[in-house]
């Protein structure tokens, strides 16, 4: 099993300076006169390994929203320690830590910076990013608990979203982000031969899907073998994903639940529709502010947290 595959992404900031962090929120264009490159080097650190690498995109992605859904956006997952949040069932698969880290821009922020860059450059929309973030001081896999499972249930997904002051809508869009997503067989392989104890696949699953799925995911075959989340465009940022769970092509069963609860399934509907041009701008609308909303949970700014010199350490 692919179970921690770090790749480098060195976010170098060449301007070292100790930034006015008085601020008691966030704002677009925080770094603009105490780092005025910060988000232009962001980008380009993170285009130059999109281009060797595209899968790196949706590393990046999961990794600011595991970030944000446990002690909120500190960065708090780039901690390494045998106890620490990346070490977490959750965690394990997350890609794109930094090695190198300076005390002017936040962990907290290069996470939500990279994470725009990454959908950007994967076809999806750009959005300005409320920066000012600290970094937090505690990083504990015990408080993985929070994050949404593969296994949850509309009902469970929903309280852990709500509990973040997420709704059901942001819930649907957030959860879009597996347009771009990869998962391994081991997570869903139990839909295909043993769904819910009964030794018979989950009825949910379009049958030629199904078909697809079991050849690429023997029964008994290699757990940690890549499956794309989205099963025709995995590397474009668009609306096929919510296609699929409405045609019983989703991989995850958290994914293909959307489409039985009544509420989540008419957000399904109105991304996935018929007319592909319209719906897509329409996502690409909606993805912007569920992200921005996402990325305010629980933040530390001002005087709270501090700086990591080096991401992966605290000060």
Same mark, same amino acid.
């Given at each position: 099993?692919?179970?921690?595959?770090?790749?480098?992404?060195?976010?170098?900031?060449?301007?070292?300076?100790?930034?006015?962090?008085?601020?008691?929120?966030?704002?677009?264009?925080?770094? $603009?006169?105490?780092?005025?490159?910060?988000?232009?080097?962001?980008?380009?650190?993170?285009?130059?390994? #999109?281009?060797?690498?595209?899968?790196?995109?949706?590393?990046?992605?999961?990794?600011? #929203?595991?970030?944000?859904?446990?002690?909120?956006?500190?960065?708090?997952?780039?901690?390494?320690?045998?106890?620490?949040?990346?070490?977490?069932?959750?965690?394990?698969?997350?890609?794109?830590?930094? $090695?190198?880290?300076?005390?002017?821009?936040?962990?907290?922020?290069?996470?939500?910076?990279?994470?725009?860059?990454?959908?950007?450059?994967?076809?999806?929309?750009?959005?300005?990013?409320?920066?000012?973030?600290?970094?937090?001081?505690?990083?504990? $896999?015990?408080?993985?608990?929070?994050?949404?499972?593969?296994?949850?249930?509309?009902?469970?997904?929903?309280?852990?979203?709500?509990?973040?002051?997420?709704?059901?809508?942001?819930?649907?869009?957030?959860?879009?982000?597996?347009?771009?997503?990869?998962?391994?067989?081991?997570? #869903?392989?139990?839909?295909?031969?043993?769904?819910?104890?009964?030794?018979?696949?989950?009825?949910?699953?379009?049958?030629?899907?199904?078909?697809?799925?079991? $050849?690429?995911?023997?029964?008994?075959?290699?757990?940690?073998?890549?499956?794309?989340?989205?099963?025709?465009?995995?590397?474009?940022?668009?609306?096929?994903? !919510?296609?699929?769970?409405r045609d019983g092509?989703?991989?995850?069963?958290?994914?293909?639940?959307?489409?039985?609860?009544?509420?989540?399934?008419?957000?399904?509907?109105?991304y996935a529709g018929?007319?592909?041009?319209?719906?897509?701008?329409?996502?690409? !609308?909606? #993805?912007?502010?569920?992200?921005?909303?996402?990325?305010?949970?629980?933040?530390?700014?001002?005087?709270?947290?501090?700086?990591?010199?080096?991401?992966?350490?605290?000060n």
């Amino acid at each position: 099993m692919e179970a921690v595959r770090l790749i480098s992404v060195l976010i170098v900031l060449g301007i070292v300076i100790t930034p006015a962090l008085s601020q008691g929120g966030l704002k677009t264009g925080f770094y $603009s006169s105490s780092c005025r490159k910060a988000e232009s080097i962001v980008r380009s650190t993170v285009e130059a390994h #999109f281009n060797k690498d595209p899968t790196l995109a949706a590393g990046l992605l999961r990794l600011h #929203f595991h970030d944000c859904f446990v002690q909120g956006c500190d960065g708090s997952i780039l901690i390494a320690g045998a106890s620490a949040e990346k070490t977490a069932l959750p965690n394990l698969g997350l890609r794109g830590f930094e $090695s190198l880290c300076p005390g002017v821009v936040s962990c907290a922020d290069i996470l939500a910076l990279a994470a725009r860059d990454a959908v950007d450059l994967s076809g999806g929309p750009s959005w300005g990013v409320p920066t000012g973030r600290r970094d937090g001081g505690i990083s504990s $896999s015990a408080d993985a608990s929070s994050l949404p499972s593969p296994l949850d249930s509309v009902p469970t997904q929903r309280q852990k979203f709500a509990s973040k002051g997420l709704d059901d809508h942001d819930l649907v869009t957030l959860v879009g982000a597996h347009t771009i997503g990869q998962t391994d067989c081991i997570f #869903f392989r139990y839909r295909l031969y043993n769904f819910t104890s009964t030794g018979n696949s989950d009825p949910s699953i379009n049958r030629v899907f199904l078909a697809q799925l079991q $050849s690429t995911c023997p029964k008994d075959g290699d757990g940690s073998k890549r499956v794309a989340l989205d099963k025709d465009s995995q590397f474009k940022f668009d609306v096929n994903f !919510f296609k699929n769970i409405r045609d019983g092509n989703g991989i995850l069963e958290s994914d293909q639940r959307l489409w039985g609860d009544s509420s989540t399934r008419r957000i399904v509907e109105n991304y996935a529709g018929n007319i592909r041009g319209l719906l897509g701008l329409r996502f690409d !609308f909606e #993805f912007p502010k569920a992200m921005i909303k996402m990325s305010s949970i629980e933040v530390k700014t001002g005087t709270q947290g501090d700086i990591r010199k080096i991401c992966s350490k605290f000060n």
